[in-house]
């Protein structure tokens, strides 16, 4: 049975009193987080925390040991298309073309392809890929390829969209740069984002808040109401709001256990 507090809440995201064990190892602790339409929140901390395991509990990749995982009215029990993830390692098909691949999952759900082609053009579009449209994976650069993940993932138009460090594995410039663009096609498309990283200054520039993750096990151990409006641009991370914000951030980890 629906907890009737989540409808009236207006969450599109809720996830109360979760636990996650891996044999008798406890990964997760009693996780409980919200988020409403149009949330930017990311899960910053060091590797094993549990922000992975988390995304894919949402994603509905993993059951979780005890608690529930809500979207708006509905309870998770597995993956679904009102979810789309976007990982860290290339997740394109080589053997398709990029608007192949960004058509893929409307041709899975029967779109019909004159409106499939038409849809994924404009994703396309809006992740800067206009005139890539028949180049294979193979002929893109690291940055392009993410963009293909990018689009796809929201050309499924999810009611959440969860992205496990999708920019790690860049170059720092290419990282910068698609953090900018991501971030001015959040403020376009206002699609609900879980966001998983590392990265201090990332979580800070990109999300409306930021809960740091302690370790053994993971709990949320912080929760920072990020203040910058918007649009936000790279001289915001020289700003000294955004130094004292992240020197906020390094002291919750720092208390969680993380090692920087």
């Known amino acids: ?46 590797s094993g925390c549990g922000k992975s395991t988390l995304l894919n509990l949402v994603a509905g990749l993993l059951t979780p040991t005890s608690g529930t995982i809500y979207r708006d009215e509905t309870v ?63 002929q893109l650069s690291g940055g392009m ?12 138009e999810p009611d959440v969209l969860l992205m496990d460090e999708p920019f790690a594995s860049l170059d720092a410039m290419t990282k910068t740069r698609l953090q900018t663009e991501f971030l001015q096609i959040w403020e376009d498309t206002q699609t609900t984002v879980l966001f998983v990283t590392h990265d201090v200054e990332e979580a800070l ?13 993971g709990r949320l151990a912080f929760e920072l109401d990020v203040p910058f409006p918007h649009p936000r641009n790279q001289e915001l991370r020289t700003s000294t709001e955004f130094q004292e914000r992240r020197a906020e951030l390094i002291g919750a980890l720092q208390r969680s256990g993380a090692e920087l």
């Open 205 to 217: 520039f990109l999300s409306e808040r930021v809960f740091v993750m302690s370790t053994d096990p």
């Open 145 to 156: 390829r993410k963009r293909v993940d990018v689009a796809r993932a929201l050309a499924a």
């Open 76 to 138: 998770v029990v597995g993956p679904g298309p009102d979810r789309s993830m976007v990982f860290q390692d290339d997740a394109v098909f080589p053997w398709y073309t990029v608007v192949q691949n960004v058509e893929y999952g409307l041709r899975v759900r029967g779109m019909e392809k004159t409106e499939r082609r038409v849809k994924a053009q404009s994703y396309i579009d809006l992740v800067g890929l206009t005139g890539r449209e028949d180049a294979f994976p193979f």
């Open 1 to 46: 049975m629906i907890d009737s507090t989540d409808n009236a809440s207006g969450n599109k995201l809720r996830v109360h009193g979760m636990s996650m064990y891996f044999d008798d190892l406890l990964v997760l602790d009693d996780i409980s987080l919200e988020m409403k339409k149009s949330d930017f929140v990311s899960l910053l901390g060091p």
